[in-house]
Each structure stands twice: as structure tokens, then as C-alpha cells.
């Protein structure tokens, strides 16, 4: 999987510019992506049932690392619906990838 952004990364904005932001595009999932993603979702038992999470967290000095997998919902957590299944969001991963596509 591909995961691109559009944006410049930054941590200092602030949680409730992410809850503004969840009624824009947070994420975008190519149909490719999609299609493998239920592929992957249908091959694992384990992820039946649960949302595609994607995160951002910071990595070696002001980088950012990504990443994906199925996991279990938090309180907290914005709701994407696409087409078979959801993803969720933190919010304070919704701020830095806030535009990303992910592809295949």
C-alpha cells in the first residue's frame, strides 16, 4: 500500500481544528486500495469485523511514521465509512493526515 499527503506535517495544531476537519476528506482510498484491503480483510480471520485503523505517529527526530491494520474502535475515534468497512481515526492522528490517499 501507498500512503501520500498533500500537506506539510506538523504536530502543534490542536485537537479541535481535527474535530473541525472530520467533516472534510480525512482519507481517501483509491478503488484499488479498497479492493485490497477486503482482500486482506477476507484472508485474515481475525480482522472480520473490525475497522481499518490508520494512524501517524512521530518518528526519529521531526519525521512522522504511518501505519494500518485492523483494530478494535476507541471511544474517541472518528468513523470513516467506505464501501464494506470503516476507518477509524485518532484524533491526534487525524491532524497530520488530514488529505492522505492511500493506494495500492
Same mark, same amino acid.
Given at each position: 500500500?501507498?500512503?501520500?499527503?498533500?500537506?506539510?506535517?506538523? %504536530?502543534?495544531?490542536?485537537?479541535?481544528?481535527?474535530?473541525?476537519?472530520?467533516?472534510?476528506?480525512?482519507?481517501?482510498?483509491?478503488? %484499488?486500495?479498497? $479492493?485490497?484491503?477486503?482482500?486482506?480483510?477476507?484472508?485474515?480471520?481475525?480482522?472480520?469485523?473490525?475497522?481499518?485503523?490508520?494512524?501517524?505517529? =512521530?518518528?526519529?527526530?521531526?519525521?512522522?511514521?504511518? =501505519? $494500518? =491494520?485492523?483494530?478494535?474502535?476507541?471511544?474517541?475515534?472518528?468513523?470513516?465509512?467506505?464501501?464494506?468497512?470503516?476507518?477509524?481515526?485518532?484524533?491526534e492522528s487525524a491532524e497530520v493526515i488530514r488529505g492522505?490517499?492511500?493506494?495500492?
Amino acid at each position: 500500500f501507498f500512503f501520500s499527503s498533500r500537506r506539510r506535517h506538523t %504536530r502543534s495544531a490542536s485537537v479541535s481544528w481535527a474535530r473541525r476537519c472530520v467533516q472534510e476528506t480525512v482519507i481517501t482510498l483509491t478503488p %484499488r486500495a479498497l $479492493m485490497e484491503l477486503k482482500k486482506v480483510q477476507t484472508n485474515d480471520p481475525s480482522s472480520e469485523g473490525r475497522p481499518l485503523r490508520v494512524y501517524a505517529e =512521530g518518528g526519529c527526530c521531526s519525521s512522522v511514521d504511518y =501505519g $494500518m =491494520g485492523f483494530d478494535e474502535k476507541k471511544s474517541n475515534d472518528y468513523t470513516l465509512s467506505f464501501p464494506e468497512f470503516s476507518v477509524v481515526v485518532d484524533p491526534e492522528s487525524a491532524e497530520v493526515i488530514r488529505g492522505a490517499i492511500i493506494d495500492y
